[in-house]
């Protein structure tokens, strides 16, 4: 089944504690990207990837880390989580040989820091 | 960067009326212009997409249009039904997508 899984799907965890959000694609997608969405903010790209050992800035990147060294996984890096970045966060993949396409979109990971 | 207004942030309607959510953009680069369910805790799922090649896309009760000239493009939902509840995104790009606010559809039995 073609699919985007994210792990985990929930997450309650302290300030500064570095944690790692998985994300991974069976599709053989060239663009993954990560998302948060906040209530009244829609869906705010953080870092987006074109393909293996590139990866761009979103609208939000600041306190995130991401990296793509293989075409399927796209981990997404909290070094210091704070506050602030408690939020519902989406992965989602798509098929960029003509640019901007379909994007499918992991489950979501909640994530709450105290 | 693209731009992405939505409008209206909320939209109720009596189940068999019609919706409709706006949405303009900024860039005159963006190409690909998708829509998005979102029900309650669940993932935004593609419900219908356009491309600036093509002025008006319909599948059964959904319709999207676009206006490259105005830069905006619209959703129609015909003939409402309960289950069509949900937060609805419209996006724009030609490399990344950048995403509306997001509106709140509800349709009331």
């Known amino acids: 089944e073609a699919q985007v899984t994210q792990n985990p799907r929930y997450l309650i965890t302290v300030t500064g504690k570095k944690l790692t959000v998985t994300c991974s694609q069976n599709?053989?997608?060239?663009?993954m990207s990560w998302y948060r969405q906040d209530p009244g903010l829609g869906l705010r790209q953080i870092y987006y990837?074109?393909?293996?050992?590139?990866?761009d800035k979103g609208d939000v990147p600041e306190g995130y880390k991401v990296s793509r060294k293989e075409k399927r996984n796209f981990p997404l890096i909290l070094e210091s989580p704070s506050p602030n970045q408690t939020s519902l966060y989406f992965c989602?993949?798509?098929?960029?040989?003509?640019?901007?396409?379909?994007?499918?979109f992991g489950p979501g990971t909640r994530l709450t820091v105290l | 960067g693209e731009n992405v207004e939505q409008h209206p942030s909320t939209l109720s309607v009596q189940e068999g009326d019609s919706a409709v959510i706006k949405c303009t953009y900024s860039?005159?680069?963006?190409?690909?212009f998708p829509w998005y369910k979102q029900e309650l805790g669940k993932r935004p799922q593609l419900i219908i997409d356009?491309?600036?090649?093509?002025g008006e896309k319909k599948d059964q009760r959904i319709a999207v249009t676009l206006n490259k000239t105005a830069k905006h493009f619209s959703l129609h939902i015909t003939e409402t039904q309960p289950e069509d509840s949900a937060v609805y995104f419209c996006a724009a790009g030609y490399s990344t997508l950048t995403f509306g606010k997001g509106t709140m559809l509800l349709v009331s039995p």
């Open positions: 860039d005159s680069a963006s190409n690909y």
């Open positions: 990837s074109m393909n293996v050992e590139v990866t």
């Open positions: 599709m053989n997608h060239e663009y």
């Open positions: 989602a993949s798509s098929n960029w040989a003509v640019g901007a396409d379909t994007q499918y």
């Open positions: 356009i491309r600036s090649n093509v």
